[in-house]
Nanobody, 125 residues
Framework: QVQLVESGGGLVQAGGSLRLSCAAS????????MGWFRQAPGKEREFVGC????????WYADSVKGRVTISRDNAKNTVYLQMNSLKSEDTAVYYC??????????????????WGQGTQVTVSS
């Protein structure tokens, strides 16, 4: 089992920045690809981005590319989501998730084994 706890959400004005954190415990953090997803009211959960186990490679959704950066600190068992130039459409509950690498990196939520409880991000226009 892997336990994931997100933090750092809140209310921010459009154009502002936030950094979300996700602390992991329970298993070897470096064995897991870490992803960020979000879900806005009335919408399906969508992929934001993910990072390979070593942190050497990242993938992002087109909707956030150039505005967000995912990083991880395997020594601290933590993954981060830095979000800049926030827009009202970024308002959502943000979740971090983990899947065993198995040599591949997934961007679809169904492939992720563990999920955090989510943290609310609200961007006011």
């Amino acid at each position: 089992q892997v336990q994931l706890v997100e933090s750092g959400g809140g209310l921010v004005q459009a154009g502002g920045s936030l950094r979300l954190s996700c602390a992991a415990s329970g298993r070897t953090f470096s064995d897991y690809v870490m992803g960020w997803f979000r879900q806005a009211p009335g919408k399906e959960r969508e992929f934001v981005g993910c990072i390979r186990t070593s942190g050497g490679s990242t993938w992002y959704a087109d909707s956030v590319k150039g505005r967000v950066t995912i990083s991880r600190d395997n020594a601290k068992n933590t993954v981060y989501l830095q979000m800049n130039s926030l827009k009202s459409e970024d308002t959502a509950v943000y979740y971090c998730a983990a899947h065993r690498t198995r040599g591949v990196v997934y961007t679809t939520s169904i492939k992720y084994d563990y999920w955090g409880q989510g943290t609310q991000v609200t961007v006011s226009s």
